[in-house]
């Protein structure tokens, strides 16, 4: 067990990062799935009381900086000016809506569409008062069989085995049971309560001092993909690179409606 004396400190709208430029505020996106109004709106935001960017995270998520702060908390104007994006639907648990996914599930590719488990897995972890006390840096991440995210370090997740069969993840190292996929996000959302009851001052399933019980890999587990070329990759999607991964006005006026954004600073764009 670590032997920390304090909370992660991973920032959101009402607890913002004291940055030398300003406030830093994060928002999560769980899957990715946004649209370009909504990112529109989130600049306007970015312009009126920061560097007037918008600034994409490691982690598929958004950023603002440069935001003003009275000894860290953000004026209740720039909240209000957020919230109205939409962005901040469950302000009880911002911080722990960190779900990561395959960002071409069910666009294209990939064994199983993982959109709707998502969807829930996000919805009862809301609905979960006892989870909005997990630490801002725990991490679902869901791999849709394609292998872009079976390397990715987590807490909890899985990776799709066939259309309808996955298997969840339990820590980075540790493998849990094969499920079906309509059980997947009841299953995770018990896990993560049976973590935040043992957790202590550990931030992550690594660092409890028992290891999780664990299966063997299924022969099923994809291997290792890399990210998807920049360009059409289908007909309505197309990867686009987003140079160091920050969208001004001019990049955001001429994206498509339906974005995903990417944990490679990059987006999808759907027609």
């Known amino acids: 067990m670590t032997d920390r004396t304090r909370g992660d400190l991973c920032p959101g709208v ?63 104007a720039v ?4 919230r109205a994006t939409g962005l901040l639907p469950h302000p009880d648990h911002e911080l722990v809506r960190n779900i990561l996914v395959s960002p071409l599930t069910g666009l294209h590719g990939g064994r199983a569409d993982l959109r709707t488990v998502t969807a829930e897995l996000d919805e009862r972890i809301c609905a979960t008062p006892s989870l909005a006390k997990l630490p801002g840096r725990f991490l679902f991440v869901l791999d849709d069989g394609r292998g872009d995210h079976v390397n990715r370090s987590c807490d909890l997740g899985l990776v ?11 820590g980075s190292t540790h493998w849990g049971p094969v499920v079906p996929l309509p059980e ?22 690594d660092e409890l001092p028992v290891p999780p019980a664990s299966h ?42 339906h974005l995903v954004v990417t944990r490679w600073k990059s987006l999808v764009l759907v027609r």
């Open 14 to 76: 009402l607890r913002p990062w004291p940055a030398d430029d300003g406030a830093l505020v994060r928002l999560r996106v769980p899957g990715g799935h946004l649209t370009r109004t909504t990112l529109l709106a989130l600049l306007d935001v970015a312009e009126t009381y920061g560097d007037g960017r918008v600034h994409l995270t490691k982690r598929a998520n958004l950023q603002l900086r440069a935001l003003p702060h009275v000894d860290g908390v953000l004026p209740a």
């Open 79 to 82: 909240v209000e000016a957020v």
């Open 160 to 170: 799709a085995l066939s259309e309808d069969e996955v298997q969840l993840r339990i």
């Open 184 to 205: 997947a996000a009841a299953r995770l959302t018990g896990l993560a309560r049976a973590f935040q009851q043992v957790r202590d001052t550990a931030w992550h399933i």
């Open 216 to 257: 063997d890999a299924d022969p099923r587990l994809p291997a290792a993909s890399d990210p998807p070329a920049y360009g059409a990759l289908a007909e309505g999607v197309t990867h686009v690179e987003v140079p160091d991964g920050v969208l001004d006005r001019a990049a955001i006026d001429g994206l498509d409606e």
